[in-house]
């Protein structure tokens, strides 16, 4: 029984993170995507937001559930029960750090492996800072989330103003 997780701040998430997600979801029987409830982080949406947007994105994977975390991602993962990490590579860029926390939690937990996935090549630009970042200046983000998230997004900065 392989369980993994897909750990991120999904802040909102993007359509790269649901393609991440539908592609690793075939690789493992069960995947948890972990939402880090990270309070030193300014979020634009709360947890309970974040939580439920990818559940409703990803209703339709059997094997997806939805988890919010604390503190050490192994810690977590060993709570549940999961071995494998599952992260997304976007550029090279990404390398550097991604290569250093994997690192770094193996050290912590050597059962721990972590299964990186190259992003596919019409999301390799895509973030949610990226999305945040339009959606500030009332630009179109419909290439970067589903339809009914949109309004949800501007509305944060419709609050904000
Ligand atoms: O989407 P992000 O913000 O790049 O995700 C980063 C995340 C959540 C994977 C990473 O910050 C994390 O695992 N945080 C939990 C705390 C932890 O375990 N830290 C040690 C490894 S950085």
């Known amino acids: ?16 993170h649901m393609d991440i997600i539908t592609r690793a979801s075939q690789l493992v029987d069960e995947l948890v995507v972990g939402v880090l409830n990270n309070s030193a982080k300014n979020s634009l949406f709360s947890l309970p937001e974040r939580v439920s947007m990818i559940e409703e994105m990803t209703r339709d994977l059997p094997n997806v559930t939805v988890a919010s975390f604390n503190g050490l991602l192994v810690d977590f993962m060993n709570e549940i029960g999961a071995t494998i990490i599952v992260r997304g590579l976007r550029a090279v860029t990404d390398f550097e750090y991604e290569l250093q926390i994997a690192q770094a939690n193996h ?12 992003a596919d090549f019409k999301y390799s630009y895509l973030s949610s800072t990226i999305v945040k970042e339009f959606a500030s200046y009332g630009g179109d983000i419909s290439h970067f989330v589903p339809q009914c998230f949109i ?10 103003g």
């Open 1 to 16: 029984m392989k369980k993994a997780i897909y750990p991120g701040s999904f802040d909102p998430v993007t359509f790269g």
């Open 107 to 118: 050290v912590q937990d050597e059962r721990i492996e972590t299964v990186f996935l190259t």
């Open 151 to 160: 309004d949800r997004i501007y509305q944060k900065y419709s609050q904000k």
